[in-house]
Nanobody
């Protein structure tokens, strides 16, 4: 059974940092584009960041550029999201996702492309 499991969410204050991790199981994800999306109360799921299978190419939503960093460790079948300078508007449930079609990199921000999803981890940013 293919699974993605997120961890690392929690309650932090504005300006703090948090690191989310996502571990894949059931198959190797080294050839997949991996991404993070988030869902805030009253909103649909929105794109946060993606990383190509090569581990070099990345994409970020404008709202998180310069603050968030996505990375991957193919040997451990994991993808991480380092979140710095957190703001109240970053509060959301964060989801890890995998897309096996490497040719769709230009559209990596599109939710519909992703085949596998984790259950989500809650991030709360509040003073």
């Amino acid at each position: 059974q293919v699974r993605l499991v997120e961890s690392g969410g929690g309650l932090v204050q504005p300006g703090d940092s948090l690191r989310l991790s996502c571990v894949g199981s059931g198959r190797a994800f080294s050839a997949d584009t991996m991404a993070w999306f988030r869902r805030s109360p009253g909103r649909g799921r929105t794109f946060v960041a993606a990383i190509h299978a090569d581990g070099v190419r990345t994409k970020y939503a404008d709202s998180v550029k310069g603050r968030f960093t996505i990375s991957r460790d193919n040997g451990k079948n994991t993808v991480s999201l380092q979140m710095n300078s957190l703001k109240p508007e970053d509060a959301a449930v964060y989801y890890c996702a995998a897309n096996y079609d490497a040719d769709s990199w230009d559209s990596a921000f599109k939710e519909i492309l992703y085949d596998h999803w984790g259950q989500g981890t809650q991030v709360t940013v509040s003073s």
